[in-house]
């Protein structure tokens, strides 16, 4: 694998660490509402400022109502390749 060749840790980490990667390419395919369900739900226990919970997500599936309102909140740039992904979430 590239990652694996190309990401050589000086000291001995996780291989999690090393492999991930920041994905900006999408295959179309639309994703389900209980994964969209089971990612929000791990992403909620994410520590935050002041421990200031609870975690708001706001989120639109792809050519659905809102998409292209969800898409005009991005920059030119991100929205080149948000606009392939099957799901946008705004954090709040
Ligand atoms: C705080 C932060 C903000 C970022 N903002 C963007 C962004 O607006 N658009 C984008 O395409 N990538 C964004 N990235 C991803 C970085 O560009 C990406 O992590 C970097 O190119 C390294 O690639 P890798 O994550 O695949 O190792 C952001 C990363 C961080 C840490």
Redesign the pocket.
């Known amino acids: 694998m590239a990652i694996k060749t190309l990401r050589i840790p000086s000291y001995p980490i996780d291989t999690q660490f090393v492999e991930?990667?920041?994905p900006?390419a999408f295959t179309l395919d639309p994703i389900d509402e209980g994964t969209v369900l089971i990612i929000l739900e791990a992403a909620r226990w994410a520590p935050s400022s002041y421990n200031s919970q609870p975690w708001r997500f706001v989120y639109v599936h792809r050519d659905t109502d809102h998409w292209d309102s969800f898409l005009s909140f991005l920059?030119d740039?991100?929205r080149s390749?948000a606009v392939r992904a099957a799901a946008i979430v705004v954090v709040m």
Do not use: Q
Request: proline share 0%; aromatic share 38%; charged share 25%.
């Open positions: 991930r990667w920041s900006r920059n740039f991100n390749w």
